[in-house]
């Protein structure tokens, strides 16, 4: 079932630097896909209610080198539902990132995960690590931080009857809409500058426009926990592809000893600082970002370029 028309005028498409779009469509649902560049394949995992927008401002510093493969997982901020009897449980979520991969048929994948994307990228490392050539690991959830204690009442709040229809009902009005992702229990904590409103908007388009969407959103809410990042993490030494942990110091959601314990427990790793940043470094610090990928895939080629 889907909600009544809203009106959603978005001046500027977010998702207009990714390049070209189209659905892959899997045995758990479509998955919006957006590819531009070639090269290299990049691989980015976006977090938890946002979608590929959240790379916009990266994808085209590094699109002249790489293929750049953005998409938007069934993580809270796609805009069409998965299946009714999709595995939406962070393993399940995982699995779907790595069909897709399949299904594109990547070779030597740099896996690029932020936020809960973060911990998606670990799971699939850990799991189906055949494809990949290279992880990079933002700050993201990790260890016993799934959730970060800032977010864990959406968890609670997820398994409220009726929460389905509550949120829905609340989501639909813009100023309720707005205001909360603005405020300390949505975004706020994640960036250092406000998300523009259309920006916002596109995240949320799929939880207030259709209702197998929000479905979505509370089913894999009510599967978090920490137990899926410690297992994870439990593998983290028989990894040995190359791994870059690009932190931010000032992060408030997810602390930077994470990181360096990140650092020590893959084998062969390294461990580079985002500064004047919050946890969506690709929104904060996008030129910092792309350099530490570039330096971090072809290092000789950013030496001689330096």
Known sequence: MRFEHIPHAVSVDPTAALGDARTIHLRQGPVRIYERGAGRPLVFVHGLFVNAAAWRKVVPLLADSYRCITADWPFGGHHTPMTPDADLTPTGI???IADVIDQLDLHDATLIGNDGGGMLSQLVITRRPHRFGRLILTPCDAYENFPPPQFDYLCRISRV??????AG???????VRTRCARSSIGFAALTNSPIDTEVLDHYLHGVTHD???LRDSIELLRAVDNRYTLDA??????IDLPVLI???PDDQVFPFRHAEQLAADFPNSQ??????SRTWVAEDQPERLAHLIREFIDPAREMGQG
């Open 233 to 238: 993490a439990a593998r983290f030494p028989t």
């Open 211 to 213: 209702t197998g969407v």
């Open 169 to 175: 009902r609340a989501l639909r009005i813009p100023a």
């Open 271 to 276: 461990l580079a600082e985002i500064p004047n």
């Open 94 to 96: 995982a699995d779907t």
């Open 246 to 248: 690009a932190w931010a």
């Open 161 to 166: 009857p009726g929460i389905e229809h509550l």
